[in-house]
């Protein structure tokens, strides 16, 4: 899952893109509303944690500009605790949540992880399908009740396809939502990482659909080592 983080103090900007990589994400930053507004609106994210008081564009602005061209990303924003006009304000601008500061990271990261969820129809931190339980709090990962440890950005491929079950997910959507912008995609290795999952998890869960990407399937089959390569 990839996450933009607008905020203008350094220090705290710091520590939630901190935060937020060691939870799983993948994570870029901007320091003014003019830069956020910018990568909100060219780059596809999962969620956006938005500062309101932002220099160059503030942050309501800049929320109301990405959801007037159509920009659907849950935005968390993060408003002063005494000003409850500034929550009244985002959410009229279509914000989808709330924190006030100051405030814990631990419920910055709860409420990304709900959004996220909420925007892909799960209702729980954990996802089911048939053998498989991926719990998106711990990013932890088992088969029939067997811990199964895969890498980070392993994880968060099979999370992604997850919160996509069922839906054919292309070899370049993987590509925008695992890696941040400064990364040297390549889309060779989205196959390599599918391979290396389907032999950890010891069932066929991954389908490749030739030609337009991959697909979770609903009822994963059991399958061994060399039908998973």
Known sequence: MRILVVE???DLNRLLCTALREAGYVVDSAKDGEEGHFLGDTEPYDAVVLDLGLPVIDGLKVLEKWRRAGRMMPVLILTARDRWSEKVAGFDAGADDYVSKPFYTEEVLARLRALVRRAAGIATS????????IDTRGARVAVNGNPVKLT????RL???LAHHKGRVVSRTELIE???DQDFDRDS?????????????LGVNAI??????GYRLLENPASTDA????
């Open 226 to 229: 060399h039908d998973a390569s």
């Open 207 to 212: 389908e490749t659909m030739r030609g337009l």
């Open 126 to 133: 954990e996802i089911e399908i048939g053998p498989l339980r």
């Open 177 to 179: 939502h695992l890696y």
């Open 152 to 155: 980070s950005l392993e994880y």
């Open 158 to 160: 099979l999370a992604y």
């Open 188 to 200: 060779n290795t989205i196959e390599v990482f599918v391979g290396r999952i389907r032999r950890k």
């Open 8 to 10: 203008d103090d350094a």
